[in-house]
């Protein structure tokens, strides 16, 4: 009997160590990476993204990185198409593809598909973001909560784009989102799957975020946001992304540097906290406790790659 490839998905909370973890399994058996970070994938926003460093690049092949305009969005499906068209070429190529990335939904839209929900509307969106403008950033969980208690309760108050979509959803098929969520769906073939999640002990996660949201403001976020403000305004969607959006509240002189960074720290560490609740209801995923920088972990994943 022939097997199917193996495709390695790298998941966990920020700063778990992902990158670290992926370019080493890529090295070790010829792999090439797919980025399933949604904020990675703006070009231009650099400092506050964690993106892989260049000798990071070099060590292995990337794939998903800086191809969305900073005006613009990616949907779920429009990665999950993307990501699979990816996967496969990576796959011609007999090397090993390793998803690595902290987005959830954009994973669980890759590996499990998607409901076949109703198409975009672009001047519904535009209204729903009118909205919000004039009525503040809650406007339009208050919407959902009427539309679908369900959907409002899984998703963010600041989640704009998934906010939109859900609504969207539930007025175009006049059904609840959940609704939808439950039809079948079109998971990825072809593939034999292995997922590595990063647990590491929660207070040194949170040292090590804390550390981290404190190096990006040391290496020029500030600057970066100014620049980034200068040349879109509010119209590029990552500038409301954790780090940027604290860099942006400073520069209005809306709070100081030091609220601005500890704002920055708290929001990472809630976000590590909303990842982990995602990914424990992903199914099938084998748990190492640790960083994916740490030898012993490296090691670990390399022999799960092997005997899977």
């Given at each position: 009997m022939v097997l199917d490839p193996l495709l390695v998905v790298v998941l966990g909370p920020t700063a778990s160590g992902k990158t670290a973890l992926s370019v080493a399994l890529a090295e070790r058996f010829h792999g090439e990476i797919v980025n399933c970070d949604s904020v990675a994938m703006y070009r231009e926003?650099?400092?506050?993204?964690?993106?892989?460093?260049?000798?990071?690049?070099?060590?292995?092949?990337?794939?998903?990185?800086?191809?969305?305009?900073?005006?613009?969005?990616?949907?779920?499906?429009?990665?999950?198409?993307?990501?699979?068209?990816?996967?496969?070429e990576i796959k011609?190529?007999?090397?090993?593809?390793?998803?690595?990335?902290?987005?959830?939904?954009?994973?669980?839209?890759?590996?499990?598909?998607?409901?076949?929900?109703?198409q975009r509307s672009e001047?519904?969106?535009?209204?729903?973001?009118?909205?919000?403008?004039?009525?503040?950033?809650?406007?339009?969980?208050?919407?959902?909560?009427?539309?679908?208690?369900?959907?409002?309760?899984?998703?963010?108050?600041?989640?704009?784009?998934?906010l939109i979509r859900a609504i969207e959803v539930c007025l175009a098929s006049r059904k609840r989102m959940t609704e939808m969520w439950k039809q079948r769906r079109d998971p990825l073939t072809g593939f034999r799957i292995l997922r590595v999640g990063l647990n590491p002990d929660r207070d040194t996660l949170y040292a090590r975020i804390n550390q981290r949201a404190e190096q990006m403001f040391d290496s020029g976020l500030v600057e970066e946001t100014g620049l980034l403000l200068a040349k879109y305004g509010d119209t590029a969607r990552p500038l409301t992304s954790l780090g940027y959006k604290q860099a942006a509240q400073l520069l209005r002189g809306e709070i100081d540097g030091k609220t601005a960074l500890h704002a920055a720290q708290q929001a990472h560490r809630n976000y590590a906290k909303r990842q982990m609740t995602w990914f424990r209801r992903e199914p099938n995923v084998v748990w190492l406790a640790g960083f994916g920088n740490d030898l012993a972990i490296q090691q670990k994943a390399a022999a799960l790659a092997v005997e899977t």
């Open positions: 926003f650099e400092i506050g993204t964690a993106k892989p460093t260049p000798a990071e690049r070099a060590r292995a092949r990337h794939h998903l990185l800086d191809l969305v305009e900073p005006t613009g969005y990616m949907t779920a499906g429009e990665y999950a198409r993307l990501a699979r068209q990816t996967v496969a011609s190529r007999e090397h090993l593809p390793i998803v690595v990335g902290g987005t959830g939904l954009y994973l669980r839209a890759l590996l499990d598909g998607l409901f076949p929900g109703p001047e519904l969106r535009a209204r729903l973001r009118q909205r919000v403008e004039q009525n503040g950033p809650d406007y339009l969980h208050r919407v959902l909560r009427r539309l679908d208690p369900d959907a409002a309760a899984k998703i963010h108050a600041n989640d704009i784009p998934k």
